[in-house]
């Protein structure tokens, strides 16, 4: 069984930074791409921010320069840096990895159970 749990969201002013960690757990092989998706109310959920094994990051455009996504391999986790933070920026928060499990060696996606990030003054 693998597990995906975050946490380090909350309520911040504008301009305020957070940051996020997403902690995997269980019978892991191997984890391979790790990210972090938003999902605001109304809207779909979209990708934030993504880090291979090997450290390559992607952003989307609205986050770029003021989010950084990084990943400690040897604790399992994954963070999400997030400074100059926005009103535009508040919607739940999920941790998401591909991962192979110990028992099947299959690689497929796991997902958090998501941490709300709300920023207003």
């Known amino acids: 069984q693998v597990q995906l749990v975050e946490s380090g969201g909350g309520l911040v002013q504008p301009g305020e930074s957070l940051r996020l960690s997403c902690a995997a757990s269980?019978?892991?092989?191997?984890?391979?791409?790790m990210g972090w998706h938003r999902q605001a109310p109304g809207n779909e959920r979209e990708l934030v921010a993504s880090?291979?094994?090997?450290?390559?990051?992607k952003y989307v455009d609205s986050v770029k320069g003021r989010f950084t996504i990084s990943r400690d391999n040897a604790k399992n986790t994954v963070y999400l840096q997030m400074n100059s933070l926005k009103p535009e920026d508040t919607a739940v928060y999920y941790c998401?990895?591909?991962?192979?499990?110990?028992?099947?060696?299959?690689?497929?996606?796991?997902w958090g159970q998501g941490t709300q990030v709300t920023v207003s003054s």
């Open positions: 998401n990895a591909d991962i192979s499990s110990q028992e099947t060696y299959t690689i497929r996606g796991y």
């Open positions: 269980g019978s892991i092989f191997n984890i391979y791409t």
């Open positions: 880090i291979t094994s090997r450290g390559s990051t």
